[in-house]
């Protein structure tokens, strides 16, 4: 079956177009755009782990290795979208306009980095595996059933495949024929598992076969590919032809969370067949003339300050307050819950 689903590039790993159809649509706006955010979220990502390995942030969910699939998809939102990310999306997200102090925030436990900004249609990262699908079906349905060309995007792994909820989602919204995209970042691994492992079939775009909805297999380390496929998804969806399930096939250079150790599952050589994609951007502007020294240097210092500026802004809130888990959960929270935080915080001699 894998034949059907050819895995689509415009650029190849040495950073020449494959694709020459595309050679118009990218001009130096688009080229830096791309480059600015993709260097923005790694350099973000890259001081979360510092911090975390500090012991200024919790456990951190890494994505260095799927910029390209996180950005060229966030790019391609109009900015009224609906983005349902994962634990492992704060790169979409900050591309799409969460800021970023929040979402250092949302990593050191506080509720206030949950908080999407006022105009922005940002849901919290989901950590339970594909809950978000539904949601964002329904979100996207609503957009429908008002009459506006919004639609909605749903991030999720490849283990998020597996879940109950990826296929309650692809159907009702192939069903409803709902302006989603189904967005899924094909790293290989579901934590340790091994995507053969948990599936027997050759790709995950051919599931949309079964739900009567086009499927794309992408290279998600090409940020082009990426950024066009997204973009063509949500022209379709916007018009009324329903949901587009897209493959990116990527790579976790690093580990599950700051709390896993890839080096016990999986070898380095695995991951060697993968391009770093702000590698493969720079071999482009290379080949292409969009290399300018002094615009690189100044992107450098401005994305570092920036990540600096947001860690100051994270500091100088409180540390995380366990109650917190308990507190935002209900409304009204019911009695086992309130026994519950009671046991707890006396366990933890805070009472
Ligand atoms: C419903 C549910 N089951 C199990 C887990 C534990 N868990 C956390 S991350 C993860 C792996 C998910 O892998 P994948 O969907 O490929 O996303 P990735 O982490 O690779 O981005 C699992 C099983 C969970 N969070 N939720
Ligand atoms: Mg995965």
Redesign the pocket.
Known sequence: MEHNYPIKRIVDDEGFLVDMSFEKQIDEQLVRNLYYHMLRIRTFDRKAINLQRQGRLGTY?PFEGQEAAQVGSALALNADDWVFP?Y?DHGATITFGKNMATTFLYWNGRVEGCVAPADKNIFPPA????TQLPHAVGAAWAEKRRGTQNAAIAY?????TS?GDFHEGLNFASVFKVPVVFFN?N?G???SVPIEKQMNSATIAQKSVAYGMPGFRIDGNDCFAVYFETKKAFDYARVGNGPTLIEAVTW?KGA?TTADDPSKYRSEEQGKNFVDPLIRLELFMKNYGYWNDEWIQATREDTTSEVEAAVVEMEKFPPPNVADVFDHVYAEMPAQLVEQKQAYLAHLGRL
Not at 156 to 160: R, V
């Open positions: 969910a994962t492992r950590v339970p595996i594909a999720f792994g490849d283990g998020a879940e970042q790293n691994y579901a934590i976790r599950h």
